[in-house]
Nanobody, 118 residues
Framework: QVQLVESGGGLVQPGGSLRLSCAAS????????MGWYRQAPGKQRELVAS???????NYGDFMKGRFTISRDNAKTTVYLQMNSLKPEDTAVYYC????????????WGKGTLVTVSS
């Protein structure tokens, strides 16, 4: 059974930081590019960041250097360090496992809510 379990969300003040974690199980971690997406109320889901098994990263344009994605292949966990948070970063953040090979499936976590508010 595949599970992507996010943690680390919560309420933070503007300018603050949070670190999200996504623990993956039931997949061969090296067969997946891992990513974080977010969806704010009334908006489409958008890419926050992704990282390949080799560590190559891709970020959404709105990041402007504030967020950093990383992965620990030994722990089958992907992280998102978020700094200088803004109210517009408020959203549900979803972990994604995108397959590198045909025949493997795409997986999503259930999401973790990040609220940036004073």
């Amino acid at each position: 059974q595949v599970q992507l379990v996010e943690s680390g969300g919560g309420l933070v003040q503007p300018g603050g930081s949070l670190r999200l974690s996504c623990a993956a199980s039931g997949i061969v971690f090296s067969r997946y590019t891992m990513g974080w997406y977010r969806q704010a109320p009334g908006k489409q889901r958008e890419l926050v960041a992704s990282i390949t098994v080799g560590g190559n990263t891709n970020y959404g344009d709105f990041m402007k250097g504030r967020f950093t994605i990383s992965r620990d292949n030994a722990k089958t966990t992907v992280y998102l360090q978020m700094n200088s948070l803004k109210p517009e970063d408020t959203a549900v953040y979803y972990c994604n496992a995108r397959p590198r090979f045909s025949g493997d499936l795409n997986y999503w976590g259930k999401g973790t809510l990040v609220t940036v508010s004073s």
